[in-house]
């Protein structure tokens, strides 16, 4: 037996806004070429760079205070692909101020967002040389997935749950994802059940549980007073499918799920002993 793949630290950000029909998310489609989740309809994020544990993150950035260094390393890359992969960016001119304006994020989404992506400058640079100060104090940590170990390819991801400034232009980066939409949680599942989409088990579960709120107000409320509790999916097989189970503790509103179908699209997920989201 040959040891399991040390998994690859990441973060997601899950974008939220106030809808007409309640709480809204923005997602993103992931590239068909891409090697990981190609096609799915995930929550914008990646895997962290050396670049994120940037040790002037202590001086940059707003919401540090009772943070370790690898917590601020995965927030930071949080922060990076929000702004590399949607155009949103986390920023503030001075510390506890209002976030910057739509218009200068534009702006400075022109100069620095592919350059980033590409390495030629770090996230932390951009700050500091644009006199900013980052506003990290704004993603509140909302889950914690880690890749079961049997898995070929194993991600330690942190998800974050963040209100998206209302003045900010989002949108796909056209490489790794090729589109974009804001969806309720409810459209997203019904469209995952109905095989118009590809959504993993991680990404609809989240939906699911950030669904039970109305607002972006009442979603955020309840992600800072609910403990992170790490979810390391155990796999067996079943009768019609495989049977994954995760701790009840976590917040999902069951124990053990039954995934049925094909891959992709055709997958289906029905939660044992608790109901789908209402």
Not at 62 to 84: K, N, P, Q, S, W
Not at 106 to 122: M, S
Request: charged share 20%; with cysteine; net charge negative.
């Amino acid at each position: 037996m040959t040891d399991p793949v040390t998994p690859r630290v990441a973060a997601t950000l899950i974008l939220a806004r106030d809808g007409a029909d309640g709480l809204e998310l923005f997602m993103v489609v992931r590239h068909h070429e891409i090697e990981f989740a190609s096609g799915a309809l995930v929550f914008p994020g990646g895997s962290a760079d050396p670049a994120d544990a940037d040790p002037r993150w202590r001086q940059l950035t707003d919401g540090t205070e009772g943070i370790g260094d690898e917590m601020l390393t995965v927030i930071a890359a949080a922060a990076r692909e929000a702004f590399e992969e949607c155009g949103v960016l986390y920023a503030r001119t001075a510390s506890g101020g209002p976030l910057i304006g739509g218009a200068r994020v534009a702006a400075l989404g022109a100069t620095y967002r592919q350059a980033i992506e590409a390495g030629e400058i770090a996230f932390a640079e951009m700050i500091a040389q644009e006199n900013l100060v980052a506003a990290f104090d704004q993603l509140v940590h909302f889950a914690h997935w880690i890749t079961p170990p049997h898995m070929p390819k194993r991600f330690d991801t942190h998800f974050f749950l963040a209100a998206a400034p209302p003045d900010h232009i989002l949108s796909h980066d056209g490489r790794e994802s090729v589109d974009s939409i804001w969806v309720t949680p409810r459209d997203a599942c019904v469209d995952a059940d109905a095989g118009r989409r590809t959504v993993l088990f991680p990404t609809r579960l989240n939906l699911e549980k950030v669904g039970r709120h109305r607002t972006v107000a009442e979603a955020l409320a309840a992600a800072r007073a609910a403990p992170i509790v790490t979810v390391r999916p155990e796999s067996s097989a079943a009768e019609n499918g495989r049977l994954l189970r995760i701790p009840i503790e976590a917040g999902y509103g069951a124990a053990e799920f039954l995934v049925t179908g094909g891959a992709g699209k055709n997958v289906r997920i029905q939660p044992l002993g608790a109901s789908k989201l209402s």
